[in-house]
């Protein structure tokens, strides 16, 4: 099997001061390249610190988290932002801009850290035009509406052709209209680009559109540790 | 990234807000402006001192009365049974024999009188000379002639005025010779008028009258019974035979005034004296203004550091963002260094070309009035501003960048 994402036993757990809090205890599963999966739970699950440290965001306190062949755990920060950049694409609700820069211009910042000067704004283009932007390449986030910007932030994702898409509650910042579009946009690029892609989300109505559901409560998954093989 | 994207897009963040980047830059324009200012102006007083120090002529040594050389902190010392210096001795410094290192002496009088013409009056230095002094302190005339032996012998009542004086009196410095002036309220007549020389170290040189020896001490001194003199100039035969000149005054006056060894009660000052004395006072002076100017620099840093402080605060999301993407500490620290260096190094452009602008003016408001004296803006000022900006814009940047660079991804992202 190709897996994209291998996690075994994730714990992770924050200092609060004296206290400490068990954010994650003992999370395995993995993820098939080319699929599509839900992140689900009540807040205070460990959702975020899950999506995190797939995310390559944040370290786990113990267990191993293998990223599209990659051991990440014992990797040091510029490391991981390496990994960051090169495996991992963001889609934020709150889209996450630079307002001071064009559409294309944030499309390129992830190329810019790559250190790719050669082609960097075809990338950027072509990335723009997978989205239906390509009109709007010299546009500054202002001028651009919610939906639009969110469509420049998918872009920004795709442009480092990652292994994964991290979508944070992609829609939650848009109406439900704009946020079928938005849905359908990332579920064709998956189709079409065969990008892997996790996304959280609080809506049932999306998650019934992945192939599989990881739900998460008080830092164990609901359902078990093998979320990839208990749904065809 | 490479520096010229780094630069582009510090350019581009700091003309996001005008306003801010702007008053933070007026921080190092003052600073630097104040230090270009500073300099120029220490650099050129120093100019102007030398060079009208050696203007007074070459190979010259001057020779007081009393010890000035080994006094205390109250001052002068006072020397025992202490001489004055008489025409006699400059008699004796311009033997020859004794003194074969002298080419010329002038003894002369010094005193502060008023001297009219019509209904003008101005006070000046009236210095009584005799024929020589014309040669040894390169005085040149632009109209007249200079005191002659004749006039000394003869108690003549002429006087030469400096063009300043003229001025004062005439409201024109040519055409004056022949009328009479009076100094003190006696009557001299003007046989000559001098060149401008500029400033001085003792006031403007322009600003002298120069009559016969003998009349100052016959009519405007009351020294005349022992024939004493104020100040003895004199001149060795080259520039290398200046220190044993000195020694050779020092042997005669000791010997005249019969003053144990130690107890000189003359002084003797060499022009290379004055000029390192005054370069000394410059330099100090310089090292001062320049310091005032410094620390306004400094207060211009902090600036930078307190508006870097405040932009990573507010860019806590964009930062977060860039990590998320792939941003290194290296890039993020780039980014906000390069941003602190650009405010400071273009704070630091503008400053010279407004320091400039103030010496130039501070140079042409002396010049406006009476003293010639120009400001040199030195290349190494420049090179020094500009190093000193850059290197300020770089120091107090390190540590908003440093605090911006170690910010964990997932806060920052969280921040609001």
Partial sequence: ?232 | MTLAQAFLEALESLAGNKMRSGLTVLGIVIGVAAVIAMLAIGNGAEQSITGSITSIGTNLLFVFRGNMQEGGPGGPRTVAFERPLTLADADALADPLAAPSVLMVAPALQTSGTITFGGESTSTTIMGVVPEESEISNLILTEGEFINEEHVLGYASVVVLGPETADNLFGHHDGVVGDTVRIEGQPFRVIGVLESRGGSMFGSQDNQAFVPFSTAQARLTGRKAHNEVDIITVQAISAEAVPTASEEISQILRQRHRTPIGEDDFTIFTQEQFLSTFSTITGILTIFLGGIAGISLLVGGIGIMNIMLVSVTERTREIGLRKALGARRRDILIQFLTESSVLSLVGGIIGILFGWLISFLVGWIATASGTAFTPIVGIDAVMLATLFSAAVGLFFGIYPANRAAALEPVEALRYE
Avoid at chain 1, 18 to 37: C, M, P, T, Y
Wanted: aromatic share 4%; glycine share 10%.
């Fill in chain 1, 1 to 232: 099997m190709d897996w994209v994402i291998e996690a075994h036993d994730l714990k992770k757990v924050y200092k609060m001061g004296e206290i400490e809090v068990e954010a994650l205890r003992g999370v395995s599963f993995k993820v098939k390249r080319g699929d599509i999966v839900a992140i689900m739970g009540p807040s205070g699950s460990g959702k975020s610190t899950l999506m995190n440290t797939m995310g390559c965001l944040d370290r786990p306190s113990s267990g191993e988290y293998i990223l599209d062949g990659e051991p990440v755990a014992a990797l040091n920060d510029d490391q991981l932002a390496s990994i960051r950049n090169r495996k991992v694409g963001f889609v934020f609700q709150s889209f996450n801009l630079l307002a001071r820069l064009t559409a294309i211009g944030n499309v390129e910042l992830p190329l810019r850290y790559a250190g790719i000067t050669e082609g960097r704004r075809d990338r950027a283009m072509e990335a723009l035009k997978a989205v239906g932007l390509e009109d709007r390449m010299t546009h500054r986030p202002f001028e651009l509406s919610g939906g639009q910007q969110q469509r420049v932030a998918i872009a920004r994702a795709l442009v480092n052709n990652p292994a994964i898409i991290m979508a944070d509650e992609p829609t939650g910042n848009l109406d439900s209209k704009v946020g079928r579009e938005i849905m359908n946009l990332l579920l064709n690029l998956n189709r079409e680009w065969g990008t892997t892609l996790i996304i959280v989300t609080h809506d049932s109505a999306i998650a019934e559109q992945t192939h599989h559901v990881i739900r998460l409560r008080d830092g164990l998954l609901e359902n078990g540790n093998d979320i990839s093989t208990s749904i065809p």
